[in-house]
């Protein structure tokens, strides 16, 4: 089993930073995929960005390349994400997840509300 908790939401203002963290718990997760997701209200869930925790390869949603960076520590067991130029439209829950052995999501964080105020 494998716990996720993330941290370092907030409300920031347009053009703000932040940096997410997910710290990983259970069991290692050196050999799975790690990905942010993020749900707004009255929308679906979305695809942020991931990251291959041997590789070192990293994906983005469209809207997020160019002021989204994904990382891991991995001896920290512990992903982030650091967003920069942050817009109003970024407002949302930000989930942390990890994949199985079955190669989807199957583990999820809690969320950390991240508001982008105008």
């Known amino acids: 089993q494998v716990q996720l908790v993330e941290s370092g939401g907030g409300l920031v203002q347009a053009g703000d930073s932040l940096r997410l963290s997910c710290a990983a718990s259970?069991?290692?997760?050196?050999?799975?995929?790690m990905g942010w997701f993020r749900q707004a209200p009255g929308k679906e869930r979305e695809f942020v960005a991931s990251i291959t925790w041997t590789g070192g390869w990293t994906y983005y949603q469209d809207s997020a390349k160019g002021r989204f960076t994904i990382s891991r520590d991995n001896a920290k067991n512990t992903v982030y994400l650091q967003m920069n130029s942050l817009k109003p439209e970024d407002t949302a829950v930000y989930y942390c997840a990890s994949k199985g052995v079955s190669g989807t999501y199957v583990y999820w964080g809690q969320g950390t509300q991240v508001t982008v105020s105008s």
């Open positions: 259970g069991r290692t997760v050196s050999s799975y995929m």
